[in-house]
């Protein structure tokens, strides 16, 4: 029997949960990628822009997170009833180019190639966050905890914990402070209303009038990349879902009597994991932005640079008492840091599957895959904790990084409308309705693609 987690093992099937509380017991994958959607942007980009415009693009928030979770959940359904990973499906597209004197490849895989270096500055970013909230928290009480030397502690830490694979042990743990943080940012944007920053229903109208002020479009677009599920989150989600069984567990016997009905019945399990990630991450995201334009907005205080988680706290420091200057630099530190690991474990399964797919490992070799995940697991915290150090402007770089993720959304959206056209099993296809707005969010991200090109060319 194989020991590979990316093939469909025969005699693995498994029967699916029936029922809302059976299969609220089997989510997994969310429980990965939530580490990473609620994180660096929320707590940098969308309390940013709230700081930056105030309540104006409240409608661009409640879009950045819900234009993209149907696109993961149609993703996910090709993954679940085939076992390929996100790098596999994007080499079914038409199209292909020979690599070197290597295998020939989707042209959407170059893409691929290019993005792990925004994938570096975006690590830099939230590495560099990490360490800030880490050195406020630390420095009183350690002598010598300099940002820097906090900014590196981070990333050893991160490390040392993929790289014993204690991840997946302490993941729980890490759910738990994530989703505690983000409890108390809502409790903290709900008590804002019993202050002199509280919303008021002038604001809330102001900001669902589909304003779109041009002078704050690069870090709109850049929120709307990072926001919610992230085209990178929905890569990762791939990975995991296929790491958590699902396809083994449907079988790869499209013969078998029972195989519709389990597909069907897996396929139900993972948009339950989409919609109630969807649901935890839309009141963070409203959160974040609410305490941005109510609190840093009126006072003036715009986060950036070294200073930039310290200007975030204010954000709690104003509504809960000075008290909780300490609950925000902690909170900060676990979602940036949680968002580190999840990120960078992410990363570690899709490189090496992109060097399959290139042709420079073979599939079989399981060993060698592994040999590669260990080594990135160790080298991506070095190398995003040494770019924080060189440029320590966490949101610029989270910014840049955000930005190639936006651009890459309608290629995701166009991938999925292509495999559900061409390569997916009829049987088990959505319904129409679904298949034309996939096809609609495809057509909406490719305007905003070009709206980003148009300002990066002419800005």
Known sequence: MS???????????????????????????????????????????????GAAAGFVLLWWVLFSCWIKSLIQAELARYVITTGDTYLRALNRLPGKLRFFNKERVAWP????????????????????????????????????????????????????????????????????????????????????????????????????????????????????????????????????CVEKGYPTFVGGDRNDPGWVDRARGWIRVVQTDVWVTLIILTFATLSFFFLGAGVLHRIGELPSGSETIAVLSRMYTQTLGPWSFWLF?????????????????????????LLVTLGFIPRSNLALRRRWIAGYVVAMPIVSGG?????????????????????????????????????MDARVLPQPWVRWAVAGIFVVQAFLSLFIIRNILFA
């Not at 800030?132 to 830490?157: C, F, K, N, R």
């Not at 909170?331 to 399964?349: D, K, P, V, Y």
Request: aromatic share 10%; net charge neutral.
């Open 3 to 49: 020991d590979d987690p990316y093939t469909i093992r025969p005699g693995e099937t498994r029967e699916p949960p029936q029922g809302l509380l059976a299969r609220l017991r089997n989510l997994g994958p969310g429980i990965v990628v939530s580490g990473s959607i609620v994180g660096s942007g929320e707590i940098l980009l969308t309390a940013g822009l």
């Open 109 to 240: 895989i170059w893409l691929g190639l290019v993005g792990f270096v925004p994938g570096i500055l975006i690590g830099g970013g939230i590495i560099g966050g990490a360490g800030q909230a880490l050195g406020l928290l630390l420095g009183p009480v350690v002598p010598g905890m300099t940002e820097t030397w906090a900014t590196v502690s981070a990333a050893a830490l991160v490390m040392l914990i993929l790289g014993t694979g204690a991840y997946m042990r302490l993941e729980k743990a890490m759910l738990v402070l994530v989703m505690s943080f983000t409890a108390a940012t809502i409790v903290s944007a709900l008590l804002m209303q019993t202050t002199e920053f509280r919303a008021t229903g002038a604001d809330i109208l102001s900001g669902l009038t589909f304003d779109f002020p041009l002078e704050h479009a690069v870090l709109a677009l850049a929120m709307y990349g990072a926001t919610g599920v992230a085209s990178g989150e929905i890569a990762a989600y791939t990975y995991w």
């Open 329 to 353: 630099s902690f909170g900060a530190f676990c979602i940036l840091f949680s968002t580190s690991l999840s990120g960078i474990g992410a990363g570690s399964r899709s490189f090496p599957d």
């Open 387 to 423: 770019l924080y150090l060189w440029f320590p402007q966490p949101i610029v770089l989270v910014t840049f990084g955000a930005t190639y993720g936006a651009f890459m959304l309608p290629l995701q959206s166009f991938l999925t409308f292509y495999l559900q056209k061409r390569r």
